[in-house]
């Protein structure tokens, strides 16, 4: 099982493996879930590299209910996700912010699809229907917030209203 409390703590968020080894229980999922209800924005991440600099990133993320994931895009580089926990809608747009495809997911479990991949430069976003989302998340390193791109028509975090009614806009 992870020993949480001896990974390297990046930021208030992201938790970094300090070993080449790493493995997961259900209780560690526990305890990121608890991780997160302490943080203000009520997420982490637990990444199974030890640095950003890594080619393979393998992260463990946890979101609260209807947390605001702005609509983005990876530049030249795939993402896969895997949910463990809780359910979600991934929301592809196109280039002027129309949704194109919003696919319900869940766990293994659940009947829903669980695991999707996008290998092509696609806005996308999630909009999270149960108490906690957890789901693996894997992709190309290293890091580069220069390879990800956020919609301009999407609204800012911060601006809390514009938010409200985007996520409505999205929801019909």
Not at 4 to 21: D, K
Not at 54 to 82: C, D, G, N, T, W
Not at 96 to 118: A, C, E, L, R
Not at 119 to 147: A, C, M, Y
Request: hydrophobic share 35%; glycine share 2%; aromatic share 12%.
């Amino acid at each position: 099982m992870l020993n949480l409390e001896t990974q390297n703590r990046v930021s208030e968020e992201v938790i970094h493996a300090s070993q080449n080894r790493s493995l997961l229980s259900k209780i560690d999922i526990e305890k990121l879930i608890s991780l997160a209800e302490q943080t203000p924005r009520k997420r982490i991440r637990f990444c199974s590299h030890q640095s950003s600099k890594e080619i393979q990133h393998e992260m463990f993320i946890v979101h609260p209910y209807m947390a605001y994931v702005r609509p983005h895009k990876h530049l030249k580089k795939p993402e896969s996700m895997f949910v463990l926990y809780g359910e979600v809608d991934y929301v592809m747009f196109d280039e002027f912010g129309n949704v194109t495809q919003s696919i319900q997911m869940g766990t293994y479990d659940s009947g829903k699809p669980f695991y999707h991949t996008i290998r092509t430069e696609v806005f996308h976003s999630l909009l999270i229907h149960s108490d906690w989302l957890v789901f693996l998340e894997v992709t190309q390193g290293p890091f580069d917030k220069e390879n990800t791109v956020f919609a301009e028509w999407a609204p800012m975090e911060e601006d809390l209203q514009a938010v409200k009614t985007f996520v409505n806009k999205i929801n019909k």
